[in-house]
């Protein structure tokens, strides 16, 4: 893997978020993305090369919102970059991992998107993404 891409951060309104975002990191919120097949409404800050994004579901049923549910806003996933997901996705199934996805998933920010269930990492959610060319 090539570093963390980003970290994802589980909100229950992005309305209320996005501004107290702005202020904590002094950054504008960059991008604003909804994804219809994850139900999910993304937004986008950059702090120097970091990445920060915040999920808020734009469904009740959809998993952001059973998350919050279960366990309450804060720190959803951490991705890493990846040149080749679908070599990555091959290496982690032989390595164990089991993966929350059998194909790489359209994702947020122009990228491709494979979970690894937080199972088999000490209960972190994993993404990994690849940069759509
Ligand atoms: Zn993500």
Redesign the pocket.
């Known amino acids: 893997m090539q570093k963390i891409e980003?970290i994802?951060i589980a909100v229950k309104s992005l309305a209320q978020a996005i501004p107290v975002y702005e202020k904590l990191l002094d950054t504008p919120c960059y991008k604003t993305e909804t994804v219809d097949s994850e139900k999910v409404n993304t937004a986008f800050f950059l702090t120097g090369e970091n990445k920060i994004?915040l999920l808020e579901s734009s469904d009740p049923e959809g998993v952001i919102a059973r998350y919050i549910d279960k366990k309450g806003e804060g720190l959803h996933?951490v991705?890493f970059a990846v040149a080749d997901i679908h070599a990555e996705m091959s290496r982690l199934k032989a390595e164990g991992f089991l993966l929350l996805n059998e194909a790489p998933k359209k994702?947020?920010d122009n990228k491709l998107?494979c979970f690894v269930h937080p199972k088999n990492t000490h209960g972190v959610l994993v993404?990994i993404?690849q940069e759509i060319s």
């Open positions: 980003h994802g994004e996933h991705a994702g947020a998107v993404e993404c």
